[in-house]
């Protein structure tokens, strides 16, 4: 039996993983007509299509997916491998790549991580900013950041920062016009700022909890967001209420630009958490990362599943 050629294997993955040539090509470094080429020449040696192209897209046929399930993970058994091998030299080396949402990037990640890259110069950091759910594993990220108890259970996952809490705020203008709400069904009077999930695509129903009494509520408003940054902008301007962790408007709430209601319908619940594959064999440089980021949250009750989004 000829050998098979590995670098075949490893474009079918990237290709099927990407889904898309031109994505496939960049990440690679090679050109696009490199990629087909290499494809065609996979699935003629096996006689079989292993990917569906249209124009819009590429999916992978029922070969090709058994294929991709078979030999993907051994692909980030072989990277994991030789990342490990940075332990034997002087230095910590690497990249690790961590998908999170933007504001725990600016107020947890990089103030943790920065004296950690000025030790280690030989270590890099890639984040991607993406306020829904990635699947790390299927693209490629060494972690990433969510709440704790939208972890999925078959990752490791570490707190890295207190448990939180909701927060309905609006600015002081706002409520000098509008008559602050004392229940969440008073919020059907109020122009609420809204958020849509990036993954799901749908509102987010605001939650409320007051001595074990859940309650959901769906707000209504003039604006629609699918990020946080701008949902706080459009709170200092006056232009209605918003609902995020409470650590979004923190600054805001500190020199009474924002003001908050509700807060005892807003109970704590699960932080900030840094999530990985559990059979993944870490190297020294993301086992850097790790410690730079653990936080000792000391035993804690497990809070209500909340839904927002992490940013």
């Known amino acids: 039996m000829p050998r098979r050629n590995f670098n075949d294997l490893l474009a079918f993955v990237t290709v099927a993983r990407q889904g898309s040539f031109t994505r496939a090509a960049a990440q690679m470094g090679v050109t696009q007509s490199a990629l087909s080429q290499a494809i065609r020449g996979l699935e003629t040696q096996l006689d079989i299509r292993l990917l569906t192209r249209t124009t819009r897209s590429v999916t992978t046929t029922v070969a090709g997916e058994r294929l991709l399930q078979s030999i993907g993970p051994r692909f980030e058994d072989i990277e994991s491998a030789l990342d490990a091998l940075t332990d034997l ?9 961590i998908t999170c949402g933007d504001h725990v990037l600016r107020t947890t990640l990089l103030p943790r991580l920065t004296p950690l890259l000025r030790a280690y110069p030989d270590i890099a950091l ?39 809490r909701m927060a309905a705020v609006a600015s002081p203008a706002y409520f000098a016009a509008h008559p602050p709400p004392k229940t969440p069904d008073d919020l059907a009077r ?18 409320f909890e007051k001595k074990g009494r859940e309650q959901n509520v769906r707000v209504e408003g003039q604006l629609v967001f699918n990020s946080t940054l701008p949902m706080v902008a459009a709170a ?10 409470e650590d979004e408007f923190a ?3 500190d020199s009474g630009r924002l003001q908050r209601v509700l807060a005892d319908w807003c109970p704590p619940f699960s ?7 559990n059979r993944r064999q870490p190297s020294p440089a993301f086992s850097l990362v790790v410690d730079a980021l653990r936080y000792d949250a000391g035993p804690v009750s497990r809070p209500r599943r909340k839904k927002i989004p992490s940013s």
């Open 89 to 97: 030299r002087e230095k910590p080396a690497g990249t690790v790549r």
């Open 126 to 164: 890639e984040f991607d900013v993406y306020n829904g759910l990635r699947n790390i594993v299927a693209d490629r990220f060494d972690a990433g950041v969510r709440m704790g108890d939208q972890v999925d259970k078959d990752m490791i996952a570490m707190p890295i920062g207190p448990m939180l």
């Open 190 to 207: 109020h122009s609420c700022i809204n958020i849509r999930f990036p993954t799901r695509g749908g509102l987010y129903a605001w939650e």
């Open 236 to 245: 200092l301007d006056g232009l209605g209420i918003a609902y995020l962790p």
């Open 251 to 253: 600054p805001h709430l």
């Open 271 to 277: 932080g900030y958490h840094l999530y990985y594959p």
